[in-house]
């Protein structure tokens, strides 16, 4: 038994187990991370430095089942440090796991459905024998312009679907609630791409470039907003964060449509403007 304040003694199997570390290969990583929405599955804040945990502690182990993405601060809970117990066992990591990745999941469906069914409203009713929207010049193709005018209510319908799917006071609901809305501003960002030629953005497909801006804004945000250094500002950076991070991308989606909305009246283009960056 390891008596109180004594240091921790690396064990011959912890050891042995060290030697036989097997990178995770990375088709597996890249899943593990994008179920769990590049985000620690315990304190659920996007931006953070991850890490993939092996949850057994055997990192020869690379099964599905036995990864869980941790930020370093509550990686730092599953290590024993001297006669303490661990604050974070390997129960409980999966738990964590189980839950985030559920509620990810979720979320994703709930923004892909609003999203696909206003997209389906929206521009199928004005494409009539246009073909694809690429076929069609922005400022005139009507298909365009209703999506853009459907997207205030869009976002509306969003935010009040993330209020009964997240009604607590929490800041990991507060969190949640500014995701739901960020995950479809990204789709909106990946439906007006479809007026722009293939890979237009980054020279990759608009999912992939809309995914990597989103996750710059978050890792850009929660810095600036931790001048003394992660975890020096409090449980409210991450609600600050996720907020900020949604601003960036209603802008995204302003700007593109800004460009491609020269000939429509000045008074049109104000009221989408303050529909669409309205709180309420």
């Not at 994008?34 to 315990?42: E, G």
């Amino acid at each position: 038994m390891a008596l109180c304040g004594a240091t921790h003694v690396t064990s011959g199997f912890e050891q042995q187990r060290d030697k036989t570390r097997i990178p995770v290969p990375p088709e597996i990583a890249t899943k593990i991370r994008f179920d769990s929405d590049l985000t620690c599955c315990k304190c659920r804040e996007r931006g953070k430095p991850h890490q993939i945990h092996h949850i057994d502690e055997d990192a020869s182990n690379n099964a599905e089942s036995n990864l869980a993405v941790l930020c370093l601060e509550c990686h730092n809970e599953t290590q024993v440090a001297g006669g303490f117990g661990r604050k974070l066992d390997a129960v409980t990591v999966r738990e964590y796991r189980d839950d985030w990745v559920a509620r990810v999941k979720t979320r994703r469906e709930t923004a892909d459905l609003l999203a696909a069914q206003n997209m389906a409203e929206t521009v199928s009713k004005n494409i009539e024998h246009s073909g694809s929207p690429r076929a069609s010049r922005f400022p005139s193709h009507p298909a365009f312009r209703a999506y853009v005018f459907s997207l205030p209510t869009l976002l509306a319908n969003a935010r009040r679907q993330a209020q009964w799917m997240c009604p607590g006071e929490s800041t990991v609901d507060m969190i949640e609630r500014s995701n739901t809305a960020i995950e479809v501003v990204l789709q909106v960002l990946i439906n007006l791409a479809n007026w722009y030629p293939e890979n237009h953005f980054g020279n990759q497909p608009a999912d992939a470039y809309f995914s990597q801006y989103a996750a710059e804004r978050f890792v850009w945000h929660r810095a600036t907003l931790e001048p003394d250094g992660p975890g020096k500002s409090g449980t409210i950076v991450g609600p600050m964060t996720a907020r900020a991070v949604l601003r960036d991308l209603q802008a995204a989606v302003r700007d593109i449509v800004s460009v491609h909305a020269l000939s429509w009246k000045q008074t049109e283009v104000d009221e989408w403007l303050n529909a669409w960056f309205s709180e309420e």
